[in-house]
Structure formats: C-alpha cells, structure tokens
C-alpha cells in the first residue's frame, strides 16, 4: 500500500466553484499533514498544515480525520490562480521530520 | 523568491559524464534534503542532512552522492548516470528538521540523462 494516495484528477471546476478531494495515509502512527501546492513546472510550497480540529485560510480549509486516517483540501469561490497540483504530505513517523508525499490532486479552474 | 537557489536549472548529460548539483539556502535554516521528482509520481526523499550530519540515505544508488560542507550549502555529486535517473531533483530545507517545520523547496534542477 502507498504510503499516502491521492485521486490525480483532473478536477474541472468553473470560476466561483467549490471543489474538494482527499488524501489517505497508511501510517497510523503520522502525526504532522500539511497540503502543499505545486504548480506547473515549478517547485512545491506550503499551502497550510493541517491541524486535527480542521483549519481554515481564507477559502481554503483542510480537515483531518484520523480514524479513517485521511485529509481532505476544499476551496471555495475558486479563481483561475487556483489551477495547480495539490500535494498531500504527511510525516513518516510521529516526531519525524521525513515527509512522504501524495503524488498530487490536479486542480484545473476554467472561466 | 531567492531562500532556496539551485543551480543549473536545467542539465543534459551523458551516462559517462559527471556533474554537481548546488543547492544553497539563506533561510538560516540547519536542515537541508534531496528530493527526486519524476513525471506522475509522487516526490521521492533522497538525502537528509540535519545540522551538517546526514541522517538519512534511502536507498540511493551510490551513482548519487551528497555533500554538505556547512548548513548553508548541499551538492548532489552524479556519476554514470542511466536514463531513467532523469528527473526534477529538488533541494529543500527547514529549521531544525522537526516534524512540524514547513519544508522551503528550491526551484529544482531539471536533469535529463542520455
């Protein structure tokens, strides 16, 4: 089993929509989650972590369910800037700063 | 954004050649990774070095071999590299290699091995 698992997409969403997907992670012993962003061509770079009572920023929110031991991203309004590749990242081990990371949910955003 | 610099951004080589990757980072951060990108899969973490130490190796063929002379500066050494090594290799770091700290990635060497 992969280590965290993403649906590729694509997601085609219209400007102003809401869209949402899913990670799932097989470590039950993970601790830290994040969503990092990654667009075309181009490094990756936080997006926000996630934290166990679910977080907000901005029109993006993140939720974290550990029994089933997934996170799910949902952003809301979409704008055409949202289009890239959303990575779920987790850590390997509780207290391990080795990172393994989802190959990526691809966002498209069209007007 | 300079925090994370890589050079080259792009590289072509011959399986017989031999090249460094540079990484420097100028976020006063202690902790420095390698990181492989191939198309459609997810990012694969290579090397690890954690104030100047490396902490881990994952299995990386010895063709790939890192340096990391202070916290500021890491090199990937290539040698007799196949095709199928070619790939985005990114260079990140982070504070102090906590499991909480956000990792700052470079823009990436885009290799291709021919």
């Known amino acids: 089993r992969k280590e965290v698992e993403q649906d590729p997409g694509p997601f085609n969403v219209p400007e102003g929509a809401t869209v949402a997907f899913n990670c799932t992670y097989s470590n039950s012993a993970s601790q830290s989650f994040f969503w990092y962003r990654q667009d075309c061509r181009k490094e990756p770079k936080l997006l926000m972590s996630v934290y166990s009572s679910g977080n907000e920023d901005g029109r993006f929110t993140a939720q974290l369910n550990r029994a089933s031991q997934y996170i799910s991203l949902l952003i809301r309004d979409s704008k055409l800037s949202d289009s890239a590749t959303y990575l779920c990242v987790v850590n390997k081990l509780s207290n391990d700063y080795k990172l393994s990371f989802g190959a990526g949910t691809t966002v498209t955003v069209r007007a | 954004e300079t925090g994370v610099t890589q050079t080259p951004r792009h590289l072509v080589m011959g399986m017989t050649n031999k090249k460094s990757l540079k990484c420097e980072q100028h976020?006063?951060?202690?902790?420095m990774y390698w990181y492989k990108q191939s198309a459609k899969k997810p990012l694969e973490l290579m090397f690890v070095?954690?104030?100047?130490?490396?902490?881990e190796n994952n299995s990386v063929p010895s063709r790939f071999s890192p340096e990391c002379p202070n916290s500021s500066h890491l090199f990937l050494h290539l040698h007799t590299l196949q095709p199928e090594d070619s790939a985005l290799y990114l260079c990140?770091?982070?504070?102090?290699?906590?499991?909480?700290?956000?990792?700052?990635f470079g823009p990436g060497t885009r290799l291709t091995v021919l």
């Open positions: 070095y954690n104030f100047k130490e490396q902490t």
């Open positions: 976020l006063g951060h202690n902790a």
């Open positions: 990140a770091s982070s504070p102090a290699g906590g499991a909480t700290d956000t990792q700052y």
